[in-house]
C-alpha cells in the first residue's frame, strides 16, 4: 500500500517528503484554508514538484459543467493534478467527461459501496472512502474498505484504487492496508505517531549509554 500526505502545509510535505514513504498529496478546501494558502495555483504546482506524484485539488462547483470547467482549469497547472469530485449525481456526470479528456479524478465523499462502484464506472482513477467520518458516527469504516475491495476484486475490468482517506490514527493504516486499500491519505501528525514506538526510543537510549560506557573504559 502507498502513503499520500493529506495536508496543504508545504513546508509539512517538505519534511515528510524526505522521509521516502510518500508518493503523492490530497487537500481540500478546509485544509487549502488551513494552510492559509491565498495563491492556491502557486501551493499546488510547488506541492506537485516536491513530490512528483499524484496530487488532489478539489472542484467547489456542484453542477457538472461547472466541475468539467474547474477541472480542465487544474489540470492544466500541473500533470501530477488530479481532480477531487464529490460523489454526487453531477459528479458522477463530470467524472464521466473528465475520464474521456484523460483529466484524472479522484471521487470524494465515499461512504458506501455503491458510491466507490460507480465512481469506478464513471471512470474515476481513485475513490476515496471517509474512514474517521463514519467511525465518527459509530459505523466501522474499515469495513466498506473491506467491500469495495471485494466489489473491485470481482471485476477484473476496474482499475480504479482505493484511497482510504479520512484516517485519524496509526492503527487506520496498517488496517486499511490489510483491508485492501491501495493507498491511504494521512494527516502529518498521524505519519509522526505512527514512526514512534516508545521500545524503540528505549532501546536506543541503552544503546547509546553502552556505547558511551565503552568509550569510557577505554
Ligand atoms: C481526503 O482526501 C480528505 O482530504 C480527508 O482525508 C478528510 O479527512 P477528515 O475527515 O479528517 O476531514
Known amino acids: 500500500m502507498k502513503l499520500f500526505v493529506d495536508t496543504a502545509l508545504i513546508e509539512e510535505i517538505r519534511k515528510l517528503h524526505r522521509w521516502g514513504i510518500i508518493s503523492g498529496v490530497t487537500t481540500n478546501p478546509t485544509l487549502l484554508a488551513k494552510a492559509a494558502a491565498t495563491n492556491v495555483r502557486d501551493v499546488i504546482v510547488q506541492i506537485c514538484e516536491l513530490v512528483q506524484g499524484p496530487v488532489s485539488m478539489e472542484v467547489v462547483s456542484t453542477d457538472a459543467e461547472g466541475m468539467v470547467r474547474e477541472a480542465r482549469e487544474y489540470a492544466s497547472w500541473h500533470e501530477h493534478v488530479v481532480v477531487k469530485i464529490p460523489m454526487t449525481e453531477d459528479g458522477l456526470i463530470a467524472t464521466r467527461q473528465l475520464a474521456a479528456e484523460g483529466i484524472k479524478v479522484n471521487m470524494t465523499l465515499i461512504f458506501n459501496p455503491n458510491q466507490a462502484l460507480f465512481a469506478a464506472l464513471a471512470g474515476a482513477t481513485f475513490v476515496s472512502p471517509f474512514l474517521g ?11 466498506l474498505i473491506r467491500e469495495i475491495a471485494a466489489v473491485f476484486r470481482n471485476d477484473p475490468h476496474i482499475t480504479t484504487q482505493i484511497l482510504a482517506a479520512s484516517i485519524r490514527h496509526p492503527r487506520h493504516i496498517v488496517e486499511a492496508a490489510k483491508a485492501g486499500a491501495h493507498i491511504a491519505t ?7 505517531k505512527a514512526v514512534r514506538h516508545p521500545l524503540t526510543d528505549i532501546g536506543l537510549e541503552r544503546f547509546l549509554a553502552d556505547w558511551r560506557k565503552l568509550q569510557g573504559q577505554g
Open 133 to 143: 467520518r463514519i467511525d465518527d458516527i459509530s459505523w466501522e469504516g474499515m469495513d
Open 186 to 192: 494521512c494527516p502529518p501528525q498521524v505519519l509522526r
